[in-house]
């Protein structure tokens, strides 16, 4: 099993910044992908950015040139580094991984709010 740690939400102006951590642990899985989802009250959780192990990333057409992920193999950690941040940034922030066996884990989230 494979378990994943959030950190580094919070509170942050408009125009800020703010970066996210997470930490997969445990055993038996070779993962694959990593990445990041969101879900804003009242929506859908959609994608913001996932890294492949191959070293190729895919980011939401909504955090473009904003975000940005950076993923250690050995130490099966990605981070997402969000700049110039937007109020409709505002979400619940989930860490994901899959499994080269294609098995999903997810983090238990983590706020993050954008507000004046």
């Known amino acids: 099993q494979v378990q994943l740690v959030e950190s580094g939400g919070g509170l942050v102006q408009p125009g800020g910044s703010l970066r996210l951590a997470c930490a997969a642990s445990?055993?038996?899985?070779?993962?694959?992908?990593m990445g990041w989802y969101r879900q804003a009250p009242g929506k859908q959780r959609e994608l913001v950015g996932i890294?492949?192990?191959?070293?190729?990333?895919n980011y939401a057409d909504s955090v473009k040139g904003r975000f940005t992920i950076s993923r250690d193999n050995a130490k099966n950690t990605v981070t997402l580094q969000m700049n110039s941040l937007k109020p409709e940034d505002t979400a619940v922030y989930y860490c994901?991984?899959?499994?080269?066996?294609?098995?999903?884990?997810w983090g238990p989230g983590t706020q993050v709010t954008v507000s004046s």
């Open positions: 445990g055993s038996g899985f070779s993962i694959n992908t």
């Open positions: 890294s492949f192990k191959s070293g190729g990333t």
């Open positions: 994901y991984a899959r499994a080269d066996t294609y098995v999903y884990f």
